[in-house]
Nanobody
Framework: QVQLVESGGGSAQAGGSLKLSCVAS????????MAWFRQAPGKEREFVSR????????YYADSAKGRFTISRDNAKNTLYLQMNSLKPEDTAVYYC??????????????????WGQGTQVTVSS
């Protein structure tokens, strides 16, 4: 089993920045792709960004492109999401995910086997 714990959430003003972290523990030897999702109040969970095991390829939702940067440090078993130029519509609980399932798409929740409990991000005008 793999456990994921997010941190780094909090409050920011529009135009500001936050950096989220996700630390993995347990069986961390597998070559998992990892991703960030978010869920705003009253909304469905949506894909934000994904990174391959070696960090060679990254993918972003249109809402995150140009503002957010995903990265990982496998030696530290840690995933990051640097968020710049924050907007009020970025307000959501952000979730870290890991894994890969055949028959699913990388931008859907079903693709991932492991999930963290989430960290709250609140952006005010």
């Amino acid at each position: 089993q793999v456990q994921l714990v997010e941190s780094g959430g909090g409050s920011a003003q529009a135009g500001g920045s936050l950096k989220l972290s996700c630390v993995a523990s347990g069986r961390t030897d597998r070559r998992y792709a990892m991703a960030w999702f978010r869920q705003a109040p009253g909304k469905e969970r949506e894909f934000v960004s994904r990174i391959t095991w070696n960090g060679g390829y990254t993918y972003y939702a249109d809402s995150a492109k140009g503002r957010f940067t995903i990265s990982r440090d496998n030696a530290k078993n840690t995933l990051y999401l640097q968020m710049n130029s924050l907007k009020p519509e970025d307000t959501a609980v952000y979730y870290c995910a890991a894994g890969e399932r055949s028959g699913s798409l990388y931008y859907t929740s079903d693709y991932y086997s492991y999930w963290g409990q989430g960290t709250q991000v609140t952006v005010s005008s």
